[in-house]
């Protein structure tokens, strides 16, 4: 039996319950900031040769030579050849959707011009050089490829260079076959906090980029939060979530299955299922204990629900979405019948599956929309990874002469008023008309 | 005479002399850190009673009972009232000018619908609740009330929560009348660590936000940098600086006078000139050595330009692109013939100002883009703040069910080369149709 929490929403101290439930606090490890320091300060004064000695301790990889930890274009291809068709048409197909689903996202340069002739605008341009991480070994996710590089390439980034670890030299055809694909311009089997370094300061072989994207262990996470401002990087992840809301016509197994697939993920991932049916949060109940014994990563899931899982009773649905943004989930499944009724009362999730056939799978994979998504409740603030993250703005002002003689005398009151009489003079110099 | 910088492209170790006039190290002192930390977990712990404290220690500011610390509404209508015809028109038409503007920043929700009837889209909402930090005393600027608040409201925050130190209880009328024309919602008189604490935890009487914008001391900037994560933050800003691109044709003294209006903002301030022309850098440099005895903060002004600034002979104006590119401003003057056609070439800026009427001060005040903007070479991944930043983005996919059979074997195939099973039942119990 699964020892999952039960709540209701009308339990005496049901909001504290629901606190403690999704209390999570990341833990910065002062050891591993120390040892995160140490590898960036090596990497930013010895560049290739500390990426070298690093590879070689942390990755057990010999690296006679620096060339040795670029994988060539060639060498993707052919982990792509290398694919069986099956597995290799699915990709492509994610590929084409993720790729539809983001050109809708670019954004365009837009200016306008006022009746004295004064442009006001701004222009859009794509980031020149993006750094992305791929975790190595276990964690190796095709998909993560998919969905970093994808948003990169339709932003218009001029050079993609993705780092892997290849621990002991153990290269995944999978993920090397999805750089392929997203036509990553250049590759590095190296890892960890000095990959982190390499991307954010520059060696003589990798080459600096502006912004760091891409999940990683807690190393590689304290090196991004100490480059940040040196370049730009991507928020940092938590714990994945889903919350699921039914309004009990769903097959119980279904939602069982969709509670697990978030639970597989790691011990920390956190499941929770709001329903207004008593009788049918026992049926989940029960396809939970059923099917549980069925999971090759069974023990992953009973220890990620009895950890942070939770079946709760609620009044209504419409209670279910006030919970919903208090909780602001990172994935979120309105399993219920005509979901866009509800899908307007919900303002914080990172993504929202709407109706019984919609699980998070497929977006995970291939729907088309993003798999990084904000999650701990930072879908409050913060929204999936896009194009929009590869893109930058630059306001344009072109003031016409007459603009400039209007607008430098408002300009000079105010700057009167702040104290700063450099900048009114240099508004009324243009004050001629 | 002003000792500035004079370089010139060709000078064989160009390169080096711009690194290290463009170097600057944000130190983190490990004890305003200390200081921070201690701040953040006793508002964390106290709430109101720490508030209470540390504005009676910081800000000299006896504070009796609580409510004391919230100004009404009231009172910021009063500062508007009080306001001279000429400074309260300027701040209107200011407003009037930045709304306009930031109203081109919204972004619309999209969706599309597929053959099969699958939807995907994006939901856009605004965050429910902001807090905005006005820096007190000698460095509180209304201007700076106009270009926090207005792209918040636009976005359509529910609710702005502004705070600001008042030292010994000294208010500033311009703050609190910009705060008025903006309809601020709250306003605190309480200011560093504790009050970014106060917005990032919420207590008894100031509500908790989701993010927190506006320039603060290096007190402000640390806490900021702490609570990261919980909430939003805007960028933390680096020392300001201005780059002009001129051709040697606008009179020197409005170049002079434009690298001032950058200089007195204070001693880290950068202002670096471009042009091909040494003769016109000469007459640049006499007029900044005439005109500097007139400035009131001329002592800053001269340190500013001593320290940072710096006077560059350049081949032409195509390797004054490349280099204002290298540089990546937060302000670009091109202050020459036909800008449109030099603006083109510049891939990394804040803010860019074209032709010889558009000095910098004018996008300061009242021009209509907004004044804060990515410093210290961060233009090259981030943008000026804008609407984006107080709006935020949800996934929406809805699966018929054709197209979730069509998906989820999809899906399968590529959960199962991940390993997780999970995902791929998931996916495929709904591959029904």
Not at 102 to 108: A, D, F, G, M
Not at 222 to 227: F, G, L, Q, T
Request: aromatic content about 6%; charged content about 20%; overall charge negative.
């Amino acid at each position: 039996m699964v020892d999952i929490t039960r709540l209701s929403s009308s339990d005496m101290h049901f909001e504290q319950a629901l606190d403690n439930l999704l209390m999570f606090e990341a833990t910065q490890d002062a050891t591993i900031d120390q040892a995160v320091l140490q590898i960036l300060a090596a990497v930013r004064e010895r560049g290739d040769q500390a990426l070298i000695e690093y590879t070689r301790r942390f990755d057990k990889l010999e690296v006679a030579s620096i060339e040795q930890i670029e994988l060539s274009r060639d060498r993707l291809q052919s982990a792509l050849q290398s694919l069986d068709a099956s597995e290799r048409s699915a990709l492509e197909l994610a590929a084409t959707r993720i790729r539809s689903y983001h050109e809708k996202q670019v954004s365009e340069s837009w200016h306008y011009v006022e009746a004295d002739g004064t442009l006001l605008g701004q222009k859009i341009t794509a980031l020149d050089r993006v750094g992305m991480y791929v975790p190595g070994g276990k964690a190796a996710y095709p998909s993560s490829v998919l969905m970093n590089a994808i948003p990169a390439k339709v932003a218009g980034v001029q050079e993609l260079v993705m780092v892997t670890p290849t621990p002991a030299g153990e290269l995944n055809q999978l993920v090397l076959a999805a750089a392929a694909i997203c036509d990553v311009d250049r590759v590095f089997t190296i890892g960890g906090a000095q990959a982190i370094g390499a991307l954010a300061f520059g060696t003589g072989t990798v080459p600096k980029v502006d912004k760091i994207v891409g999940p990683g262990n807690a190393y590689v996470a304290a090196a991004k939060r100490h480059v940040f401002g040196l370049v730009g990087i991507d928020m940092l992840a938590g714990p994945s979530e889903i919350l699921v809301i039914c309004d009990g016509r769903t097959d119980p197994e279904w939602i069982a299955m969709d509670l697990f697939s978030q639970a597989e993920h790691d011990e920390q991932a956190q499941s929770i299922l709001l329903c207004p049916e008593s009788a049918f949060l026992d049926a989940v109940m029960e396809s939970i204990n059923r099917l549980i014994t069925t999971m090759p990563r069974q023990h992953v899931i009973r220890a990620s629900l009895e950890n942070r899982g939770a079946l709760i009773k609620v009044r209504d649905l419409e209670e279910a979405c006030t919970i919903a943004n208090r909780i602001a989930p990172e994935h979120l499944e309105l399993s219920v019948a005509q979901p866009e009724q509800w899908v307007k009362r919900i303002r914080h999730a990172g993504a929202i599956f709407l109706g019984r056939y919609t699980c998070e799978a497929l977006g995970d994979y291939c729907a088309g929309p993003n798999h990084v998504l904000p999650t701990s409740g930072t879908a409050r603030f913060s929204s999936p990874l896009g194009v929009y993250d590869f893109q930058k703005r630059t306001s344009l002002i072109q003031a016409s002469p007459a603009g400039a003689a209007e607008l430098g005398r408002v300009a000079a009151i105010l700057a009167k008023g702040e104290g700063l009489a450099a900048h009114a003079l240099s508004a009324e110099y243009r004050c001629t008309k």
